[in-house]
C-alpha cells in the first residue's frame, strides 16, 4: 500500500516571491512520483516526474522537484511565482512493475495562491 | 495530436437513475484509468483498463463498472445514482510503458439532485 500526505493545504505567496510545496509519501515498494497541476474546471496537467536517476526534477513552467530518499519526500518548487500560477497541485506516487496493473494516489492536494 | 477527449463536459441526474460516460484516449494508448475527485474524498482511484480488460479496481461499490472497446475508447457506467455521486470524473491515458506517466483529459462534471 502507498499514501502521500501534502503537508499543506493552503499556501498564499506574493507575486515574484520563491514557493515551495510540500509532499511526504509511503510506500513499501519502489515507486514513480508526480506532481500535476489543476486549474479550476479543468483536468489534470503533468508539471513534472521523478523515475529514477538525478533526484532534482526540472518540470514545465519554471517548476522543480527533489526526490529525497531517505526523508520519502518529493518537495515542489519555484523560485518566483507569477499570478497565473494560482492553482491547485497535487503530487502523486505510482508504482511499477511488470507486467502489473497501475493506479495513480494522490495527495489531498495544495491551493497555491499568489497574491499581487 | 488530440488529447484525452471526455464526453460530456456537465451532467445533471437524478437520484436513482444510472448515467454513462466516455473517454477517449490519446491515439495510441491502451491503458485508461478512471478517477473519482470530490472535495471531501479528493482524487480516488476508480478503475483501470488496458486492452479491454479490467486490471486493476479501487474501492468503489458495483454501482460504478466500466469497459472498454478494441479502439480503446473506455466508457464507465453508474447505475442508482446516489447524491453522494457528484464528482468530477476524471479519464487519463497512458502507453503503459513506466516513464510515460498518464495525461488527463478535462472531465466530467457530475451532480446528481
Known amino acids: 500500500a502507498q499514501s502521500v500526505t501534502q503537508l499543506d493545504s493552503q499556501v498564499p505567496v506574493f507575486e515574484e516571491a520563491p514557493v515551495e510545496l510540500r509532499c511526504n509519501y509511503s510506500s513499501s515498494v519502489s515507486v514513480y512520483l508526480f506532481w500535476y497541476v489543476q486549474y479550476p474546471n479543468q483536468g489534470l496537467q503533468l508539471l513534472l516526474k521523478?523515475?529514477?536517476?538525478?533526484?532534482l526534477v526540472k518540470g514545465i513552467n519554471g517548476f522543480e522537484a527533489e526526490f529525497n530518499k531517505s526523508q520519502t519526500s518529493f518537495h515542489l518548487r519555484k523560485p518566483s511565482v507569477h499570478i497565473s500560477d494560482t492553482a491547485e497541485y497535487f503530487c502523486?506516487?505510482?508504482?511499477?512493475?511488470?507486467?502489473?496493473?497501475?493506479?495513480?494516489?494522490f495527495g489531498s492536494g495544495t491551493q497555491l495562491t499568489v497574491l499581487p | 495530436k488530440a488529447g484525452v477527449t471526455q464526453t460530456p463536459r456537465y451532467l445533471i441526474k437524478t437520484r436513482g437513475q444510472q448515467v454513462t460516460l466516455s473517454c477517449s484516449p490519446i491515439?495510441?494508448?491502451?491503458?485508461v484509468s478512471w478517477y473519482q475527485q470530490t472535495p471531501g474524498q479528493g482524487l480516488q482511484f476508480l478503475f483501470e483498463y488496458f486492452s479491454e480488460t479490467q486490471r486493476n479496481k479501487g474501492n468503489f461499490p458495483g454501482r460504478f463498472s466500466g469497459r472498454q472497446f478494441s479502439n480503446s475508447r473506455s466508457e464507465m457506467n453508474v447505475s442508482t445514482l446516489e447524491l453522494g455521486d457528484s464528482a468530477l470524473y476524471l479519464c487519463a491515458s497512458s502507453l503503459d510503458r513506466p516513464s510515460y506517466g498518464y495525461t488527463f483529459g478535462s472531465g466530467t462534471r457530475l451532480t446528481v439532485v
Open positions: 521523478y523515475l529514477s536517476g538525478s533526484t
Open positions: 491515439s495510441g494508448h491502451r491503458s
Open positions: 502523486a506516487v505510482s508504482s511499477f512493475s511488470s507486467g502489473s496493473a497501475r493506479q495513480l494516489t
